[in-house]
């Protein structure tokens, strides 16, 4: 065994070696530049790019013209919000979105607050979950479009996402998902969902880093949007600058790989999952599941241990295992998580939990090690405060 043990996969992924192998050759012999189609070398190099297209447009049921490579799912965020509000502004000027989605749709609501358009954060339940009736009563004849992403990033949470897409279509509004966290772990077929858009990221499923994709619908409605960045007009004007060849090549291979995988890999997850869940509430007194029971990534296992610092537990078990605290960006920052907070606890709640998340290359024999070691670390931590 390999230690310390990978359990944040809901952070990064490992490159698939397949996916490695896939993109080798665009480093080196097929290195051209996917604009410059009239020599062999740029056309090779956008056949490889209209192939990942299509490739990454067949596994969620999309045409490849509606898929726009992006540097991953944070700028995809950016454009479709952005993009969106800013090209329909004869259409109105409000946005719904809730309070536990990535900080890439928060931070970039809250920048188009500041330039004049308005946002409504909806709450959620105490396990992560929104009310599609709240979404109703949200929104109005100025609604443009409504952002609820398909699986959170801290707790795993599923959005009911048909509901809400019959539900902004009722009144006109264009829906919006971030679906990076459920894009390989669940099905999403755009048309039986009624996504408008949809952000992804290469590599939370096994795919390089600094890639992404943004869907967008472009028949029934055709889905207006402005680009972030301006040039030399790729990516159907609306994203500018040099495809990356050998990202979007891997990136087409994961999303394969993660479709032709998805029903044998939820069902080992979902068993290593609930192994790993039970383990330390069985082992760990008092520990809670944040979080859904059931409508929940099964992978995704965040619980609160009362009376225990998530970054003393981290720093314990450093050499071990390497898990968070919650998500990537707050794990720097000394702040709650916004996520638990917008469930109804405390911040004492958000310090003392903790996030793991199981991937691909998870064992069973991983999860029973993580599990002994938590379980013995915390009784460790919890004795040196109670011997005084
Ligand atoms: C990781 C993540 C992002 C950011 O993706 P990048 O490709 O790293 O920019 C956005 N939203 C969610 C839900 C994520 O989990």
Redesign the pocket.
Known sequence: MKLPIYLDY???TPVDPRVVEAMMPFFTDTFGNSASIDHQHGAYASEAVEKARATIAATINARPEEIIFT???????NLALIGVMEANEDRGDHLVTCRT??P??LETATYLQKRGKRVVYLDVDSTGLVDPDAIKRAITNRTVLVSI?S???EIGTLAPLAEIGSIAHERAALFHT?A??AIGKIEIDVQKLGIDLM?F????IYGP??V?ALYVRRRNPFVRLSPLLHGGGHERGVRSGTVNVAGVVGFAAAMDLAKRQLRSEQRRLSALGERLLNGILDGVEGAQLNGHVSQRLAHCVNVHIAGVENKALIVALRERLSFSAG??CATSKAEASHVLLALGYDAARSYGSIRLSIGHPTTELDVKYAVDEIVATVASIRSKFTRV
């Not at 540097?71 to 965020?77: K, V």
């Not at 990221?201 to 939370?204: M, N, Q, T, Y």
Request: negative net charge.
């Open positions: 809901n952070a990064t540097s991953g799912a944070t700028e995809s965020d989605e990535h890439a749709v992403m699986a959170n990033n971030d990076t966290q952000s990221s290469s590599h939370k880093k600094g992404g998500s990537a």
